[in-house]
């Protein structure tokens, strides 16, 4: 499993090894072809085996004795689908396999360890991995089995118990066992970055069980969540692992458990991933039509602009577009008119979590809420959105946009009863008002915001003269930190208003590698983000926002804040037992940290832009929650032939 807290990617395996048989391809063998009565009633006393037959007799989650046994699991509500699902429907089962893809990722990467803080990787390894479980595209928040054949979990979700395929294995042609899995998670306890850690914080115990059988203990009962967690996991070798050093970086590619492997690294510069030959689980309902590519390649770029060439010269197949200028602008070619590029925009119905100017309060003078509202006033969105967005984004005035976990409107009776016992510790505006950003006109001429937030200025000690806003005889300054050059253009406007205002401020553009490190001791004063949301909100808030992780070294609170009432909501939302009552829980957790104006909110789309070569085939129905910027290739698509062969594609 890979979990990243921001969304912003030598050694061949022999091939002639991925089609003998395997200890796994034999156990599975076993299970469909023992015929003789002693082996059928050794099956019978198998705990494990009992579990199957009795989840064979009906398509549906059965409770006995208050264990709940399923091979789907959800955290409100019920799975949309059952196990008689041939396959998802947003795929094409029949899809031809085959071909080659060429994608482009930027920045650049020196280790393939994603658990570590060490070192820098790229998402798009999350591509050679399966976990015990896996989501639909269709839904949020259900788990399906993959992994894991089934679950069993009491009825207060105390534990939750893994019944794994036996016929599982890596690609190098070892059986993937609950060893694995424990290995993979104490990894994570050990080794792993603040933020990853933080995920598994309510796990108290795992206990192998039997060879492919594994459970978990919690110390939270009556909520979902910490199960929702560790069914995501996905295994690390023991074998190989037991005379390595996890704790390191590495380039050499590990034994990969999921449909792809990494066939070759090129530090810095590619990654390629080959399809695993006789994948084990490509007959599972969760794996038809969806691993139809032979071979994918992501070369790695430093600059937007170059990778963006590289597309339109036909050295990259695919690309979701994130500047509003370049898809305003930069298709307008041949390659589009005559039909060879496809440009699209599909509905983005997924929720995310903000995109923001973060200050870092452990330096002053951010720590003074007067500041950060004053310059929360000088970014003049109406501005920049007309004269540099090409009118494409909506400003964020949520934490949580694009959802239900987030406000709409002046507070509700439900969410002034979640915070009237802090009613000291909060502004009145928390009670009565709706936020919202600040908005100008438009013209950019932003003379009323600029009154208003030099009084604010004025309010905490800091007077503008000559030109400098400056208290004790020291100018306010400024530093934006960035790794991509395309946002300056953004900030050029802000940065503008803010030396109006007789601040001094700069910009320091870094490579991806120099950025990871500094947000990791939060060495900056202000930075852009756009964190990973994980629907719906649960023990990931603690990193984000919660004072434990504010001084944590390579935590996701890159802001540092600290605040009790904060703390407390966040475990509420922990806790919470009902889909309601947790929307209650993050929309007064949303007004709390809204009116604390600890980030300045940008903006959103609520559709992708997405630009390919006309070479591929795709399924009749797309997803409902459509999601590009993981492995950065559609779900199910496939190389189509009889498009390929019109291109002149060489490479």
């Not at 509500?77 to 396999?97: F, I, Q, T």
């Not at 933020?195 to 009556?222: C, G, N, P, R």
Request: hydrophobic fraction near 40%; charged fraction near 25%.
């Amino acid at each position: 499993m890979r979990i990243s807290n921001t969304t912003a990617c030598n050694g061949n395996f022999d091939f002639e090894a991925r089609s003998i048989m395997t200890p796994g391809k034999l156990l599975h063998l076993a299970k469909k072809t023992l015929a003789t009565e002693r082996n059928y009633r050794a099956k019978l006393q198998s705990p494990g085996w009992i579990f199957l037959m009795v989840i064979a007799m009906s398509p549906v989650a059965i409770a006995d004795d208050d264990v709940t046994r399923a091979w789907s699991i959800a955290e409100f509500g019920e799975p949309l689908y059952d196990e008689s699902m041939p396959h998802w429907p947003y795929v094409n089962p029949d899809a031809p396999k085959g071909g080659s893809v060429v994608l482009g990722a930027f920045g650049t990467f020196d280790s393939l360890n994603s658990i570590i803080l060490k070192g820098n990787w790229s998402p798009v390894i999350s591509l050679a991995g399966d976990a015990l479980m896996a989501p639909s595209a269709d839904e949020l928040s259900v788990l399906y089995g993959v992994l894991a054949e089934s679950v069993e979990y009491p009825a207060d979700k105390s534990w939750i118990i893994f019944n794994m395929r036996p016929e599982a294995y890596f690609d190098n042609a070892t059986p993937i066992t609950a060893k694995d899995i424990e290995f993979g998670f104490n990894a994570i306890r050990e080794h792993g970055r603040p933020f990853l850690k933080s995920f598994y914080d309510e796990v108290e115990d795992v206990e192998v069980l039997a060879e492919h059988q594994i459970k978990f203990t919690f110390s939270t009962t009556d909520t979902m969540k910490p199960l929702m967690k560790v069914a995501a996991l996905a295994p690390l070798s023991f074998e190989y692992w037991k005379d390595k050093d996890i704790s390191k970086t590495y380039l050499t590619p590990q034994p990969a458990s999921g449909s792809y492997y990494i066939s070759d690294v090129d530090a810095g510069r590619s990654l390629t991933f080959k399809r695993v030959e006789n994948y084990w689980g490509e007959d599972l309902p969760t794996s038809k039509g969806l691993s139809n590519i032979d071979t994918f390649r992501y070369d790695f770029y430093r600059d937007l602009e170059v990778m963006m060439e590289a597309f339109k010269a036909g050295d990259i197949d695919f690309r979701m577009e994130n500047s509003s200028k370049r898809w305003a602008t930069a298709y307008e070619i041949d390659e589009v008119d005559n039909g060879q590029i496809i440009i699209d925009t599909p509905d983005d119905n997924k929720p995310r979590a903000i995109q923001a100017y973060f200050f870092n309060l452990r330096r002053a003078p951010f720590d003074d809420h007067r500041v950060r509202q004053a310059i929360n006033l000088l970014f003049d969105f109406e501005t920049i959105r007309r004269t540099i967005l090409y009118d494409q984004y909506e400003r964020i005035n949520s934490y949580f946009p694009n959802s239900e976990y987030g406000v709409n409107g002046p507070p509700t009776p439900e969410e002034i009863a979640v915070l009237k016992p802090y009613r000291e510790q909060l502004a009145e505006e928390v009670f009565i008002e709706e936020f919202k950003a600040p908005v100008s006109d438009g013209s950019g001429r932003n003379r009323q915001q600029l009154r208003q937030a030099l009084a604010l200025f004025n309010d905490a000690g800091w007077v503008l003269s000559g030109g400098k806003l400056t208290k004790d005889g020291q100018q306010m300054s400024l530093e934006l930190l960035l790794a991509q050059s395309d946002g300056q253009r953004v900030a050029a406007p802000f940065l503008q208003n803010l030396n109006k205002a007789g601040i001094d401020t700069s910009v320091r553009l870094v490579d991806t590698a120099q950025y990871e490190v500094r947000t990791d001791d939060f060495d900056f004063d202000l930075i852009v983000g756009a964190l990973a949301f994980y629907p719906p909100p649960g023990p990931e808030l603690r990193s984000y926002y919660g004072s434990a992780a504010a001084d944590e070294r390579g935590s996701a609170n890159y802001g540092g804040i600290k605040n009790p009432v904060v703390d407390e909501l966040i475990e509420q939302i922990v806790k919470a037992e009902s889909l309601d009552v947790l929307q209650v829980l993050t929309r007064a957790l949303d007004r709390v940290l809204l009116w604390n104006h600890y980030v300045i909110p940008q903006f959103y789309a609520d559709k992708h832009r997405i630009a390919f070569w006309n070479r591929f085939g795709q399924p009749e129905t797309p997803p409902k929650y459509i999601e590009y910027r993981l492995t950065g290739f559609p779900v199910g698509w496939w190389v189509d032939d009889t498009l390929d062969s019109k291109l002149d594609l060489v490479r």
